[in-house]
């Protein structure tokens, strides 16, 4: 049972620190310098970290719900 509950934390956490990975690498793509204003430049970078902290998040729980319940999902047929 604790292993069980290890495991599990250890797959969030991993899938986390991924998704935060790949929507930084994505959000790189986009050219926010025109829209930043003079001397603005830590708000801006701020602004990156916290987008990409809740996308990131929530492309991750979304990840680990739909894992869950596929897990769960033969239990409906016994």
């Known amino acids: 049972m604790l292993q069980a509950i290890g495991q ?3 797959v969030g956490m991993f899938s986390h620190l991924i998704f935060l990975v790949v929507t ?3 959000l790189q793509a986009l050219s926010i310098d ?3 204003r003079a ?3 830590v708000q801006a970078r701020l602004l990156l ?3 990409t902290i809740a996308i990131g998040t929530s492309v991750s729980n ?3 719900d739909f894992l869950s319940w596929s897990q769960t999902l ?3 047929f016994f």
Do not use: T
Request: hydrophobic letters at 70%.
């Open 34 to 36: 025109k829209m930043i």
């Open 74 to 76: 033969p239990s409906l």
């Open 62 to 64: 979304f990840f680990l």
């Open 8 to 10: 599990q934390a250890l």
């Open 24 to 26: 930084w690498w994505a």
């Open 39 to 41: 001397n603005r430049v």
């Open 49 to 51: 970290m916290l987008l």
